[in-house]
């Protein structure tokens, strides 16, 4: 194969923006994955390497839903979902890690659901 195929290029615009990208106690990480079946968000603190919250499109308070009308409405309930569980847990401030994918469509989604709920980033 010639040239460089598109889960490498991922793999180093996640690897540039981790490197500005830090998750403090103060402010976590909200990190976005998304696959072709599902999206998963969770919020680190990478000062101390733990996972303080996390919701996907396999938690059942989303997955328990009516379902929407398409992937970014699935999307949408991640990203309120995972606000308010980071509410609940006294988290108000995060940075957003969209992990090297394109900031649109359902990363967006998430982001957009999740600011919308409370979180500020």
């Not at 976005?32 to 680190?44: E, F, G, T």
């Not at 303080?52 to 949408?76: E, F, I, N, R």
């Not at 609940?88 to 990363?107: E, T």
């Amino acid at each position: 194969m010639i040239g460089i195929d598109k889960t490498e290029k991922r793999a180093r615009r996640k690897h540039s923006i981790r490197l500005k990208l830090v998750g403090s106690t103060e402010r976590p990480r909200l990190s976005v994955y998304r696959s072709l079946k599902h999206i998963y968000a969770q919020v680190v603190d990478d000062t101390n390497g733990t996972t303080l919250a996390a919701a996907s499109t396999l938690t059942a308070a989303v997955k328990d839903q009516p379902k929407g009308k398409g992937k970014t409405a699935v999307a949408k309930r991640v990203g309120e979902e995972l606000a308010k569980i980071c509410l609940a847990k006294n988290i108000d401030k995060v940075v957003f890690d969209r992990n090297g994918f394109d900031y649109h469509g359902r990363v967006a989604a998430v982001a957009q659901a999740a600011r919308d709920a409370g979180l500020k980033f």
